[in-house]
């Protein structure tokens, strides 16, 4: 046994695999006590690097051991053969104290390294799960997606719960994606705009449900909208509807949560931006199989698209990164008062503000406020004397949205990411109709259903003063 430490340590290459084998041992040793005490955090990295990463270094010394002995028996052979004495390190006489202190301090100094070591490695990991490392450490990159997600119902669920999963095979593949990431960075090769949908999103199954039960009987949703008119008064208006929201309620599904009952299953195949549906499939409690085929299902393209099963994010894509367009974005602005909707026609001029194109948002904001200014200079030049307070609020107020919609240098620009819950828009936000849309037929030539009253009720349609909501709420 001494000789075999003598001789694999005799080597450098066989030294540095007995000393990273060491090291790596101690430093799990060490993670590991962490883990068990309960502080691993909530991302999966430290459970990555105590059993993945130092296991391998772990390894990888131990493969150096045998190559340090099989170099230092040539060596030795060598050395032989050319009549010399083999080469020897200088010994270390531990009867005498000096070389015993030296040892006592090496070894501290290890010890005192590894701590420092372990717990370094810790936070840089701490670090690495966090939100402002994933939103704010490529600035640029990222801010679009970090912007809409502080202003959405998420904005205190790390960005990790919902992109990476815990395990090993989510490890390789987001370092693998998070090493070229780095690259693009670097050599300026990332895409402008991020592309959607992202296709190695965590399974819906790990994120959403774990805090959202699927299954959970949501029942009607009554829902007011409100709406400006492009009118001088920027007349409000109200639309009324009791969304089917539904779930499951003694055993039966039904309503829009339908899609997602685990008694049947609907999958579809779409092109690459899920915008058109080729084929949907049903497959309900008794393994009934129903297919209703889009127009372009028999394309090559339509043959030739991956089947994907249906789940939250298939409507709910935007969860928390939230885009809007200009007009909602101002009806919502109006209706909290962050504009003065007794403006005129300010809904009219913020609308086409937001239209412009900017280099930045530097230079929208400077474009903007102005453009509002301008308007009731010339048009109200009394608004414009005797209240510029609120001109100027309304002005930065439109910059705002400008600036958590619009991302010049990421090429994020307006209706860039669609929202797919509802029909918000039908020429470029389709939503519930890219199936529901009349267009995808059964054999027998039964439609996906496109009834208005499937999904909701629509108690008034942009109604100034709509009688149910006066009847409710006198
Ligand atoms: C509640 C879950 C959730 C959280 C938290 C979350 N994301 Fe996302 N993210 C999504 C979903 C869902 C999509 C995919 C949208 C789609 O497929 O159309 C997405 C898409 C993206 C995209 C692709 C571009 C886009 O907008 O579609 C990027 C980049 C991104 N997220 C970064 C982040 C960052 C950075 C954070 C933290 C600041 C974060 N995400 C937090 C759910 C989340
Ligand atoms: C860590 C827990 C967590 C995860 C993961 C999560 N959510 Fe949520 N979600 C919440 C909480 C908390 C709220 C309520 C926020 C509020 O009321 O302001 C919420 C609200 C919502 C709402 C209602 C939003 C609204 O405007 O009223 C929807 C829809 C939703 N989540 C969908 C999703 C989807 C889809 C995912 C997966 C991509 C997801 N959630 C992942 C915790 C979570
Ligand atoms: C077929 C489309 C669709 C699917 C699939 C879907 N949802 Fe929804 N969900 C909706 C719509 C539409 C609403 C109502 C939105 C609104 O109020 O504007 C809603 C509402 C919600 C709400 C708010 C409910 C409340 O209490 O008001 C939550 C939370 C939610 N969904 C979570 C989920 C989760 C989690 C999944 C996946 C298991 C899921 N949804 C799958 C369409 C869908
Ligand atoms: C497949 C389901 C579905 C069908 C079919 C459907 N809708 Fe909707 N509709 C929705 C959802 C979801 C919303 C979103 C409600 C919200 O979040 O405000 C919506 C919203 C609306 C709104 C309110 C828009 C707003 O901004 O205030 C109107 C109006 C509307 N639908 C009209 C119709 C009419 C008319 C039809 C029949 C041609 C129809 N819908 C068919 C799902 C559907
Ligand atoms: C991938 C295709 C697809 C998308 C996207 C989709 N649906 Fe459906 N939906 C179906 C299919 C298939 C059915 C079952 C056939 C039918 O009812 O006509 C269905 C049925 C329904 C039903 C009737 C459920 C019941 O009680 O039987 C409602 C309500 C509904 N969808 C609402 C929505 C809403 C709201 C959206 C958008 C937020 C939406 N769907 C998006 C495919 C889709």
């Known amino acids: 046994m001494r000789s075999f430490l003598i ?16 090291a790596s041992a101690l430093l799990f040793v060490i993670l590991y006590g962490i883990a068990l005490v309960g502080l691993e955090g909530r991302g999966p990295y430290l459970g990555i ?46 009867n005498r104290g000096t070389t015993r202190k030296a040892v006592l301090i090496f070894v ?4 005192a390294n590894l701590a420092i070591l372990s717990v370094g490695t810790y936070k840089g990991l701490e670090v690495m799960d966090s939100t402002a490392f994933c939103g704010a450490a490529c600035h640029t990159v990222m801010e679009p997606e970090y912007t809409t997600y502080q202003r959405s119902p998420h904005a205190r669920v790390k960005c990790v719960e919902c ?26 090769l990332y895409p402008r705009p991020i592309p959607a949908p ?17 299954q959970k009987f949501v029942g009607d949703r009554f829902k007011v909208n409100t709406h400006f008119e492009e009118d001088e008064a920027n007349t409000e208006l109200k639309t009324v509807l009791v969304l089917k929201v539904g779930g499951r309620q003694a055993g039966l599904s039904q309503g829009i949560h339908w899609h997602v009952d685990p008694d049947h299953v609907v999958r579809y195949r779409a092109n690459e931006n899920r915008q058109t549906m080729f084929e949907v499939e049903m497959t ?29 994010v298939d409507c709910h894509n935007r969860p928390t990164h939230v885009y809007r367009m200009p007009g909602a974005e101002l009806d919502a602005a109006l209706l909290d008062e962050r504009i003065d909707a007794s403006l ?17 948002h530097e230079e929208a904001r400077e474009g903007i406020t102005r453009a509002i200014a301008d308007f009731y200079a010339a048009d109200y030049p009394d608004i414009a004397r005797d209240r510029a307070d609120a001109v100027g609020a309304a002005g930065q107020a439109i910059a705002d949205i400008y600036a958590w919609n619009v991302f010049p240098t990421m090429n994020v620009t307006w209706g860039t990411y669609v929202s797919h819950i509802g029909h918000p828009d039908m020429s470029t936000e389709v939503g519930c109709f890219r199936c529901h849309g009349g267009e995808h037929m059964t054999e027998d030539g039964e439609m996906i259903s496109m009834d208005c009253d499937t999904c909701h009720s629509i108690l008034a349609q942009q109604e100034e003063n ?9």
């Open 163 to 188: 992109h990476i999963g815990a395990g090993a095979d989510w490890f390789v593949k987001s370092k693998l994606s998070g090493s070229w990431q780095v690259v693009s960075v670097a050599f300026d």
């Open 344 to 360: 005129p026609f300010i809904r009219r001029e913020g609308q086409k503000a937001l239209e412009v194109e900017y280099a930045s």
């Open 7 to 22: 001789t694999i340590t005799r080597d450098p290459v066989g030294l540095a695999g007995a000393a990273l084998t060491t």
């Open 466 to 474: 709509p009688e149910i909501l006066q009847t409710l709420l006198d």
């Open 198 to 214: 992202v296709h190695n999103l965590r399974p819906a199954r790990e994120t959403c449900e774990e805090c959202h039960w699927p």
């Open 49 to 94: 690097v105590t059993f993945l990463i130092i296991p391998a270094f772990f390894i990888l010394g131990l493969l150096l051991i045998p190559v340090g002995l099989w170099r230092e028996r040539r060596r030795e052979r060598l050395a032989r053969e050319r009549g010399e004495a083999p080469p020897r390190f200088p010994v270390i006489d531990l």
């Open 284 to 312: 309900d409690a008794q393994g009934t199989v129903t297919r209703w085929k889009g127009p372009e299902a028999d394309s090559p393209e339509g043959t030739a698209a991956p089947w994907r099963t249906m789940d939250c």
């Open 108 to 111: 501290a100094l290890s010890f």
